[in-house]
């Protein structure tokens, strides 16, 4: 199935914030707010940091902030640390058939 | 808390199958569904599929209709997922992954909690 695009990388100085966009179809990010993010460091597990679009788990620092307009979803990350540096991925379900597709992940360097 | 311990790394010649389990701890093992997710090395995740503990009742990406198979023990809280006639292709890191709540719905379309992953290695 094809993937939401995101950007490549993205980067930020200490301090400052940044935004990572995921853009699908109405199928999937346009159609509903099931869309979520994920904080990846290497070598381990994806962490969950946003979902329903905007809803942040307990835990995730309020740094973390979660957006939608049309069929683009948004994460940003502000008052941005050193750890903040991992790749990112969006997710969403997909409304056609029962599956979930994945974007094709942001690498956050600070 | 919440974990999902799974099993070990696995290396398997093509054409063989591979079997990972991913047991859980720390809450209700019926009552939250449970998702398999692969990771390609230096790639993005790839969702599987789906099993329904209470019942078992499960559903896989098209893309591994046939050759997937996702099954459940709940006397010991453990979900297996066993993958079929491999290949190269298949060579990856295979995670267990919770299905969250929203609100009171089991349906929440995320995942809150993920194994610590399992490496697939398929080489003649």
């Known amino acids: 199935q094809s993937a939401l695009t995101q950007p490549a990388s993205v980067s930020g100085s200490p301090g400052q914030s940044i935004t990572i966009s995921c853009t699908g179809t109405?199928?999937?990010?346009?159609?509903?707010?099931?869309v979520s993010w994920y904080q990846q460091h290497p070598g381990k597990a994806p962490k969950l940091m946003i979902y329903?679009?905007?809803n942040r788990p307990s835990g995730i620092s309020d740094r973390f902030s979660g957006s939608k307009s049309g069929n683009t979803a948004s994460l940003t990350i502000s008052g941005l640390q050193t750890e903040d540096a991992a790749d990112y991925y969006c997710?969403?379900?997909?409304?056609?058939?029962?599956?979930?597709?994945f974007g094709t992940g942001t690498t956050v360097t600070v | 808390q919440v974990q999902l311990v799974q099993s070990g790394a696995e290396v398997k010649k093509p054409g063989a199958s591979v079997k990972v389990s991913c047991k859980a701890s720390?809450?209700?093992?019926?009552?939250?569904?449970m998702h398999w997710v692969r990771q390609d090395p230096g790639q993005g995740p790839e969702w599987m599929g789906i099993?329904?503990?209470?019942?078992?009742?499960?559903q896989y990406a098209q893309k591994f209709q046939g050759r997937v198979t996702m099954t459940r023990d709940t006397s010991t809280s453990t979900v297996y997922m066993e993958l079929n006639s491999l290949t190269s292709e298949d060579t990856a890191v295979y995670y267990c992954?919770?299905?969250?709540?929203?609100?009171?719905?089991?349906?929440?379309?995320?995942?809150?909690?993920w194994g610590q992953g399992t490496l697939v290695t398929v080489s003649s």
């Open positions: 992954a919770r299905e969250g709540y929203l609100g009171y719905d089991p349906s929440g379309y995320h995942f809150d909690n």
């Open positions: 720390g809450y209700s093992f019926t009552t939250y569904y």
């Open positions: 099993i329904r503990p209470s019942y078992g009742v499960t």
């Open positions: 109405s199928g999937d990010v346009g159609g509903h707010d099931y």
């Open positions: 329903g679009v905007t």
């Open positions: 997710t969403s379900y997909r409304t056609s058939i029962y599956t979930y597709v």
